[in-house]
């Protein structure tokens, strides 16, 4: 089995469909559709409410992410998601459902959503995060406990 993940910027969304970033961000399922189109494979639109477009055997999959935050809008999120794609991936051994681009979107999106949230904490030297300090750095152990708690898209 093959698989093409691709994510892109908002600055970079509008040079591969030949648009400007208003026209994208109108109507962000047509493209992420044109994306999937014009270029093949599987895609992140990332942003509120991010759309995930699967291209399975069967047919066409669109997902609309609700997890994750406007915290979430800093330095190195991308790469994080990015790492997070390759690692589920990468595990052969989990079912095809639990490797799939929703679920590692889901798995992202809901580690930003529990470092955002924190609103107390038991150990004294445990900063608590929110959503204006929540940086890239922040986000593998929130992703490991996560993965630990099983959840899924």
């Not at 935050?69 to 595990?91: C, E, F, K, R, W």
């Not at 681009?101 to 470092?115: P, R």
């Amino acid at each position: 089995m093959h698989y093409h993940s691709l994510q892109d910027e908002l600055r970079t969304r509008p040079r591969l469909l030949d648009k400007k970033v208003h026209e994208v961000e109108s109507d962000r399922l047509a493209a992420i559709k044109q994306c999937a189109e014009t270029y093949g494979g599987d895609w992140v639109l990332k942003g509120a409410g991010s759309l995930v477009l699967e291209q399975g055997s069967a047919r066409e999959q669109v997902y609309v992410c609700g997890a994750g935050n406007a915290g979430m809008a800093t330095a190195g999120m991308g790469d994080v998601l990015s790492g997070v794609i390759a690692g589920l991936l990468a595990q052969q051994d989990l079912e095809t459902e639990a490797r799939s681009l929703h679920q590692a979107a889901m798995i992202h999106g809901i580690a930003g959503d529990i470092l955002a949230n924190q609103t107390k904490s038991g150990d004294k030297d445990t900063l608590l995060i929110g959503q204006r300090g929540l940086q890239a750095q922040d986000m593998p152990a929130a992703i490991r406990h996560v993965m630990q708690l099983g959840v899924h898209a």
